[in-house]
């Protein structure tokens, strides 16, 4: 299938069953949704679920179990006395591009030229822009038709661990760790550890398939939390409103103008530095709601970003003091490092498996979060190892099918060191 060569011999066995696998997950809508009080958050997750409770009972695992709320758990067994891992992937895809209907293409020996989607023109591809792109030159590369996201985020990972679950299954080396599946719902709007059986799961660690580029671990994360400003006003009739009107829209648009413009922002930060980012103003006349979410590396300057948010609202508060303004606070998940750091093991063992699948391993930050932050958090340490998948949530997201294949014989490679170090 490609001209560029795989990173090991492994990689390129794998390579067609990770490829089949992902195109048929990708074909399956299973967005998720925002501000939704059921666990899953939309049903059609479920289809994928389901899908991957029958494959892995058709695989041969043990345990296989689709939980009330939509989680795939299923264990391998390993050689008695190893430890036992996870591997953590997610169903569902973000609310932010549009999601059904996704009509995957290969691009087979990458030509180094734009890549024009053919579904809408407007959506390309181009390597001047795109530096992983531009180094994948002779790759095979997966994209949607551009009229919807691909689904890479984080169905790569799912195809990529149900392929090595299968080869491990069929191949039965030794030594090598007993391996605990969990494929979650709902990670795509911070909800994805929310009912997590990590008792059940009895996992030593996790490493969730969640990242993008080859070789890339991740074991620090943003801290992250939401707020809601509620400005309440007062309505009138536009026509008797001298003196009684108390238009809540505009004191919500002096609150977001009051944000940062600088700084302080995502369209003007990188690396480790924070923001603050409105990302929706919903209401009227009466009662206006500014939605934000506050991310940091460092948990003080977490704190620093939400009293900065307090003081904004307390001076709309007291320019109108006829207006109520009232705040509700979620905290989503914490930086992952500090539960990580405890257990070096685990960063030491995957930094081998990596280069055991042929290449070298990179860590990286996350500019965002995954479940193992929260699974950090909960007590189960869980870095974040790269799948191929490039431009997440987005309709020119794209994946490498070399990459996959690489991170497919990682996984192999992770089961075996660690059942060669027990």
């Given at each position: 299938m490609a001209s560029v060569p795989f990173s090991s011999p492994l990689a390129a066995e794998l390579a067609d069953g990770v490829v089949d696998r992902f195109l048929r997950y990708v074909r399956v809508d299973t967005q998720s949704l925002e501000g939704a009080t059921t666990t899953p958050s939309t049903a059609k997750q479920l289809d994928l679920s389901r899908m991957l409770e029958a494959e892995l009972?058709?695989?041969?695992?043990?345990?296989?179990?689709?939980?009330?709320?939509?989680?795939?758990?299923?264990?391998?067994?390993?050689?008695?006395?190893?430890?036992?891992i996870g591997l953590v992937a997610h169903v569902d895809t973000s609310p932010e591009s549009p999601g059904a209907n996704v009509s995957p293409i290969v691009h087979e020996s990458y030509d180094g030229e734009p890549i024009v989607l053919p579904g809408d023109p407007s959506q390309v591809l181009d390597p001047a822009h795109e530096p992983a792109l531009a180094a994948r030159l002779g790759h095979d590369i997966i994209t949607s038709d551009g009229t919807t996201l691909l689904g890479a985020d984080d169905k790569a990972g799912v195809a990529e661990i149900m392929t090595a679950v299968a080869y491990l299954r069929e191949t039965a080396p030794e030594p090598r760790a007993t391996v605990r599946v969990g494929f979650t719902v709902d990670e795509e709007v911070g909800r994805g550890a929310d009912h997590f059986d990590i008792e059940g799961f009895g996992a030593l660690a996790?490493?969730?398939?969640?990242?993008?580029?080859?070789?890339?671990?991740?074991?620090?994360?943003?801290?992250?939390?939401?707020?809601?400003?509620?400005?309440?006003?007062?309505?009138?009739?536009?026509?008797?409103?001298?003196?009684?009107?108390?238009?809540?829209?505009k004191l919500a648009a002096d609150f977001v103008a009051a944000l940062p413009r600088g700084g302080l922002s995502p369209e003007?930060?990188?690396d480790r530095e924070g923001f603050v980012h409105p990302t929706r103003i919903a209401g009227g006349v009466e009662e206006t709601t500014v939605t934000l979410i506050v991310r940091d590396h460092n948990d003080e300057l977490l704190e620093l970003h939400t009293a900065l948010?307090?003081?904004?609202a307390a001076e709309i508060q007291e320019r109108e003091p006829r207006a109520t303004v009232a705040i509700e606070t979620w905290?989503?998940?914490?930086?992952?490092?500090?539960?990580?750091?405890a257990r070096p093991e685990i960063v030491t063992n995957a930094e081998e498996a990596i280069r055991r699948s042929g290449v070298e391993p990179e860590h990286a930050i996350i500019r965002g979060g995954t479940d193992g932050s929260r699974l950090t958090e909960m007590g189960l340490p869980t870095p974040n190892l790269f799948t191929g998948g490039q431009k997440y949530h987005s309709r020119r997201e794209w994946a490498s099918v070399q990459d996959m294949a690489t991170a497919a014989a990682m996984v192999v490679e992770l089961v075996k060191v660690w059942g060669e170090k027990a």
């Open positions: 009972r058709e695989i041969g695992l043990e345990d296989v179990e689709l939980s009330e709320h939509g989680y795939v758990y299923a264990t391998l067994p390993g050689t008695p006395g190893a430890p036992v996790a490493y969730t398939l969640d990242g993008s580029g080859s070789g890339e671990i991740e074991t620090e994360s943003f801290s992250a939390r939401q707020l809601k400003v509620i400005i309440g006003g007062n309505g009138e009739h536009p026509g008797t409103a001298k003196g009684k009107l108390v238009n809540a829209v003007t930060t990188e948010i307090h003081r904004l905290d989503q998940y914490r930086n992952m490092r500090r539960g990580i750091d």
